[in-house]
C-alpha cells in the first residue's frame, strides 16, 4: 500500500530565506508526482508535476526534484516570501489506479516579514 | 473559465444526522472527483467519476457514504447518518478524461459533524 509522508509538519522561516520541503513515498511504481499548495478556504493549486521519467522540474522560483527510487522527492523555494506562506502538499499517482492520486499530510509554511 | 464550484462551503450537524453536498464540475470535464480532507491530513480520493460511471469507489465507506453523478455533469455526496469522524472539507475536483494530471479542485466544504 502507497503511504506518502511529508517532513516537517510545519516550518516558520524569516522572509529571503531559500527552504527546502520533504516528501516520501514507499511504492516507487507511480506515474508521476505533484506538489500542490492550499491556501485556507481555498482548493488545491498544482504547482509542479514531475514525470517518473523526470529528475526535477522548474517554475519561477520553484525546483523539485525526483528520486523514484530511493522514493523522495524535495521541494526548493528559492528567497521565500510572505505570500509564499500556505499548505503545501505532494501527492504520487500510482500505476494502473485511473486519476487517484495519494497525498501527503503536508507542510504548513509560515514566512515571516 | 469559470472553476469548480461547490456548495454549502460549511455545514454543522449533529451526529447521526443527513448531509448532502454538491459540486459543479469545470465544464467539458468528464471526470469528477470527490476528496476528503481530515484535519492535518492530505486529501483522501472517495470515488471518481467518469461521465456518469463510477471508475474507482474502493475507499468510499459505503454503508454511509454515496454519490450520484446525474447525467455526467452535477455530482452530489450524501452522508447518512453522520459520524463525529466525519468531520472534514469535502473537496471536489475536475479534470479532462486524458489530463487526469491536471486535476482541478474547488474550494470546498468543510462539515462539522457534533
Known amino acids: 500500500k502507497q503511504e506518502v509522508t511529508q517532513i516537517p509538519a510545519a516550518l516558520s522561516v524569516p522572509e529571503g530565506e531559500n527552504l527546502v520541503l520533504n516528501c516520501s513515498f514507499t511504492d516507487s511504481a507511480i506515474y508521476n508526482l505533484q506538489w500542490f499548495r492550499q491556501d485556507p478556504g481555498k482548493g488545491l493549486t498544482s504547482l509542479l508535476l514531475i514525470q517518473s521519467s523526470q529528475r526535477e522540474q522548474t517554475s519561477g522560483r520553484l525546483n523539485a526534484s525526483l528520486d523514484k527510487s530511493s522514493g523522495r522527492s524535495t521541494l526548493y523555494i528559492a528567497a521565500s516570501q510572505p505570500g509564499d506562506s500556505a499548505t503545501y502538499l505532494c501527492a504520487v499517482r500510482p500505476h494502473n489506479q485511473g486519476g487517484k492520486l495519494i497525498f501527503g499530510q503536508g507542510t504548513e509554511l509560515s514566512v515571516k516579514p | 473559465e469559470a472553476g469548480v464550484a461547490q456548495s454549502p462551503r460549511y455545514k454543522i450537524i449533529e451526529k447521526r444526522q443527513s448531509v448532502a453536498f454538491w459540486c459543479n464540475p469545470i465544464s467539458g470535464h468528464a471526470t469528477l472527483y470527490w476528496y476528503q480532507q481530515i484535519l492535518g491530513q492530505g486529501p483522501k480520493l472517495l470515488i471518481q467519476f467518469q461521465n456518469n460511471g463510477v471508475v474507482d469507489d474502493s475507499q468510499l465507506p459505503k454503508d454511509r457514504f454515496s454519490a450520484e453523478r446525474l447525467k455526467g455533469v452535477d455530482s452530489t455526496l450524501k452522508i447518512q447518518p453522520a459520524k463525529l469522524e466525519d468531520s472534514a472539507v469535502y473537496l471536489c475536483?475536475?479534470?479532462?478524461?486524458?489530463?487526469?494530471?491536471?486535476?482541478?479542485f474547488g474550494p470546498g466544504t468543510r462539515l462539522t459533524v457534533t
Open positions: 475536483a475536475s479534470s479532462l478524461v486524458k489530463r487526469v494530471d491536471e486535476q482541478y
